[in-house]
C-alpha cells in the first residue's frame, strides 16, 4: 500500500513552460486535492475533486487545470509555467472530503525561472 | 475567514520537555486537524477533534478544543528530538462551509 505518490519530486521549468505533475492513490479514496505551500502562507487548496470525472476549483486555481478520469488519478497541469508558481506542491486524498483525515504525498518541489 | 492561526511561530525546547502549540480561529467548526510536517516531507495527520469533543489522545499527544474561546492546543509530552517539526491544525467549517483551512504552522524544535 503505497498511499499517496507523486512525481515529480523536483522541477525546474522556464517561464512559459507546461507541465504536468503526477498524484496517484491506492486507497480507494474518492476526495482527492492540491494545495501549494509557500513560506509563511500555510498551505492553500488549489483545486479538488469529489469523484472520478467531477472536479472543482479552490482558492487559488489560476493557471492550473485538472482532470479526474479514474479514482486513483489526479494530475495537475500548469499551463504556462510563471515564477509566482514556484512552490511546493502537495496532493492528498481522503475518503470523502475536506472533514476527514488528508493523507498527503511527499510533495513536488518546482521552480520557475 | 475562520483560517487557525497557531502560537507561537517556533518553540524550542529540552529533549523530555513538554511542547504546548496553541490554534485559535474566527467563525464556528465543524471540527479542527492537527498534522505534522518534517522538513522537506509531506503532512502527516495527528489528531481530528470534533466540534462535540473537548479533549482527544493518542499516545504522547493530547488535543484540546474549546469552542467558546474558538482555541484548540496540542500538547506533547516528554518529547523527542524526531518530534521535531512544524505542526499546522486545519480547521473544516461548519454549516454550509466545507472548507478545510491550514494555518501557517508552528516550527517545534526538540534540542537533544
Known amino acids: 500500500n503505497a498511499g499517496v505518490t507523486q512525481t515529480p519530486k523536483f522541477q525546474v521549468l522556464k517561464t512559459g513552460q507546461s507541465m504536468t505533475l503526477q498524484c496517484a492513490q491506492d486507497m480507494n479514496h474518492e476526495y482527492m486535492s492540491w494545495y501549494r505551500q509557500d513560506p509563511g502562507m500555510g498551505l492553500r487548496l488549489i483545486h479538488y475533486s469529489v469523484g472520478a470525472g467531477i472536479t472543482d476549483q479552490g482558492e487559488v486555481p489560476n493557471g492550473y487545470n485538472v482532470s479526474r478520469s479514474t479514482t486513483e488519478d489526479f494530475p495537475l497541469r500548469l499551463l504556462s509555467a510563471a515564477p509566482s508558481q514556484t512552490s511546493v506542491y502537495f496532493c492528498?486524498?481522503?475518503?470523502?472530503?475536506?472533514?476527514?483525515?488528508?493523507?498527503f504525498g511527499p510533495g513536488t518541489r518546482l521552480l520557475v525561472l | 475567514s475562520q483560517q487557525g492561526e497557531e502560537d507561537p511561530q517556533a518553540l524550542s525546547i529540552q529533549e523530555g520537555e513538554n511542547a504546548t502549540m496553541n490554534c485559535s480561529y474566527k467563525t464556528s467548526i465543524n471540527n479542527l486537524q492537527w498534522y505534522r510536517q518534517n522538513s522537506g516531507r509531506g503532512l502527516v495527520h495527528l489528531i481530528l477533534i470534533r466540534s462535540n469533543e473537548r479533549e482527544k489522545h493518542s499516545g504522547r499527544l493530547r488535543v484540546t478544543l474549546d469552542t467558546s474561546k474558538k482555541s484548540s492546543s496540542l500538547l506533547i509530552t516528554a518529547s523527542r528530538a524526531a518530534d521535531t517539526a512544524s505542526y499546522f491544525c486545519?480547521?473544516?467549517?461548519?454549516?454550509?462551509?466545507?472548507?478545510?483551512?491550514f494555518g501557517k504552522g508552528t516550527l517545534l524544535t526538540v534540542n537533544p
Open positions: 486545519a480547521t473544516f467549517g461548519g454549516g454550509s462551509n466545507y472548507k478545510l483551512t
Open positions: 492528498a486524498s481522503s475518503t470523502q472530503g475536506q472533514g476527514e483525515t488528508q493523507y
